[in-house]
């Protein structure tokens, strides 16, 4: 790895030491917030639930993200610029409402080649598919469609796997043990969209506190999957082997960042530099406080990213 990614590596995400990242974590300004307020802070009080996907075919990753403060769901194209031009202005998809949501996630899992939402409705546990239109802004999202009745609240870490033909299959974590499961998409409509799911590894995946799909971050091809290690705030790439039944996510992980990635309070993979390779981007911000967003792109390696670029000020 040369001298330069190997430096990256090791200042994580924050541009800093890892000691460093942690003190000005623990130490910023919501330690200085009000003692005993009235009603609990939101750990992410700006935008959360990103995720990206093409909503508007025209060829590029756009940013999904739900406003906390208004629960509504926006759309941020992706732009030709860079820096803070990456993306242009934002576009309202989906009024109020989206704070009752979560896990979301994207693909084709209606298999009309165009991109979908899913997310589990946190009162319920009920998982509704958003199927993607040709229509804009309130419709870029068509009816949603109810693919699985209860019990998805007992599950975390939402991923699509796009890797397989033209439907999207589903990645999930089985809350109580951890475990990973894969749902295939069987291509029936309704709560029959999806399989018998199938246990695809024997790690503990409570470990993980974020799990993102980043299929060809590698250029290698297949489902891989990105996560933050809670207990040491490592990013690492998981990259599916062999098994018994299949593709098999027990190995190591290759790790893509060191201590730092706990401060990183969402993020999103897609192309987002026009490379044709994945990409992170990431909102850097302190507990209870809105951050920015920044640009991790892909340096081609198979295993670090560039230097960040921020390419969203404040708000997030």
């Given amino acids: 790895m040369p001298a330069s990614s190997r430096i990256r590596t090791l200042l994580g995400p924050l541009g800093l030491a890892p000691a460093v990242a942690v003190s000005l974590l623990a130490f910023g300004p919501a330690a200085h917030a009000a003692p005993f307020p009235s009603e609990p ?11 990206a996907g093409d909503f ?3 060829g590029k990753k756009d940013l999904l993200a739900v406003q906390v403060s208004t629960g509504k769901l926006f759309l941020y194209p992706r732009a030709n610029g860079k820096g803070l031009d990456t993306f242009g202005q934002r576009i309202e998809i989906g009024s109020a409402a989206w704070n009752g949501m979560r896990n979301l996630t994207v693909g084709d899992f209606d298999g009309d080649g165009m991109d ?39 599950m975390n870490h939402l991923a699509a ?12 974590v089985k809350a109580d043990t951890g475990e990973l499961f894969r749902y295939p998409n069987t291509g029936k409509p309704g709560t029959d969209m999806l399989g018998k799911r199938v246990k ?32 040491t705030g490592k990013l690492f790439l998981f990259q599916p082997t062999p098994g018994p039944e299949g593709r098999m996510f027990d190995g190591p992980g290759i790790e893509l960042g060191a201590a730092g990635w706990n401060g990183i309070s969402d993020y999103a993979a ?26 991790y792109s892909n340096d081609g390696s198979s295993g670090g990213f560039k230097g960040r670029v921020e390419i969203g000020a404040g708000g997030w």
Avoid at 209 to 224: I, M, Q, S, Y
Avoid at 275 to 293: F, I, R, Y
């Fill in 41 to 51: 802070l939101p750990a992410d009080p700006g935008m959360t639930e990103l995720v």
């Fill in 56 to 58: 508007n075919h025209d």
């Fill in 116 to 154: 979908d939402l899913v997310a589990v409705k946190k009162e319920t546990g009920e998982l509704f598919l958003y199927p993607g239109t040709k229509g804009k802004g309130l419709d870029t999202l068509g009816h949603r469609v109810l693919i699985g009745t209860g019990a998805w609240n007992g």
């Fill in 161 to 172: 796997d796009n890797s397989d033909g033209s439907r999207a299959g589903l990645f999930a």
């Fill in 200 to 231: 695809v590894s024997n790690r503990n995946w409570n470990g993980m506190n974020k799990l993102v799909p980043a299929n060809g971050f590698d250029a290698l091809g297949g489902p891989e999957l990105i996560a933050t290690e809670t207990k």
């Fill in 270 to 295: 897609g192309d987002f530099d026009g490379d044709s390779q994945t990409d992170l981007v990431a909102v850097a911000s302190a507990p209870h406080e809105t951050g920015k967003l920044y640009l």
